[in-house]
């Protein structure tokens, strides 16, 4: 049995904490400005899985929802370059975990609480729904200032999150995008004050909690979307 809240990826190392209310699962990342790391990866996979397992575990189908926020001014700064640069192979756990979310077995909520750039941006763009901070932050794939390459699963993720217009935008302009751009771009659902974020996360995961119930259905018609 699985006690709630939980340090994620362990106590010593508590860069996240999963919680659950009721049908909701909540992960808090809070570790500085949490940029993807293969700790990261390891804290954020761990908590998808153990809720997979409780979700399958159930006797009969149930409402579920998964809801992410960030700490601070930060949902999340992008990929550990230190770690990209001397771990080519990091990449693949990153596109393992985003691949993981895409086709997670119930809906998901990012509550875009400050800045989402790059490896974060994407990370926001991997949920089913997105729900922004209107008086702060920025989404941005700054690869190009950078400069460095996207991977065609990133790419992919993107293509298919936006037109093709906000596709080439963000790729090769870097365009930074305030929570009332990316609302009139539909990149996301809502747009709402910094008090209000989580709770307005929680609502919309909520009234899409019941999809749950089609069980691995639900997920299979993420896989075909891809």
């Known amino acids: 049995m699985v006690q709630f809240p939980l340090a994620l990826p362990t ?9 659950r209310e009721g049908p909701l699962f909540i992960l808090h990342m809070h570790n500085r400005d949490n940029r993807i790391s293969p700790q990261f990866c390891q804290a954020f996979l761990k908590a998808l899985q153990i809720i997979e397992d409780i979700f399958f575990q159930a006797d009969d189908p149930v409402d579920m929802a998964l809801v992410t926020v960030g700490n601070d001014k930060f949902y999340s700064n992008g990929l550990d370059l230190e770690y990209a640069i001397a771990y080519p192979t990091f990449i693949d756990t990153v596109l393992l975990l985003l691949k993981k979310l895409l086709t997670f077995c119930i809906p998901t909520v990012a509550a875009i609480n400050g800045h989402a750039f790059a490896g974060g941006c994407m990370l926001a763009f991997a949920h089913d729904y997105r729900v922004m ?5 920025y ?3 700054n690869e190009v200032d950078l400069p460095s390459a ?4 990133m790419a ?6 936006t037109t093709p ?3 080439r935008d963000m790729i090769l302009q870097a ?3 305030s929570a009332r751009e990316a609302l009139e771009e539909g990149i996301v659902d809502l747009a709402v004050p910094k008090d209000e974020i989580v ?3 929680k609502e919309l995961a909520l009234k899409w909690a019941p999809k749950a119930k089609a069980g691995i259905v639900y997920k299979q018609l993420k896989e075909e979307i891809l």
Do not use: N
């Open 133 to 137: 901070r209107s008086d702060r932050g």
């Open 165 to 167: 217009k906000v596709y």
């Open 139 to 141: 989404m941005c794939l």
């Open 150 to 153: 996207l991977a065609p699963g």
């Open 156 to 161: 992919a993720i993107i293509r298919e999150k």
């Open 11 to 19: 106590e010593q190392d508590h860069r996240m904490t999963l919680s």
């Open 175 to 177: 365009r930074q995008l």
């Open 199 to 201: 709770s307005k996360a």
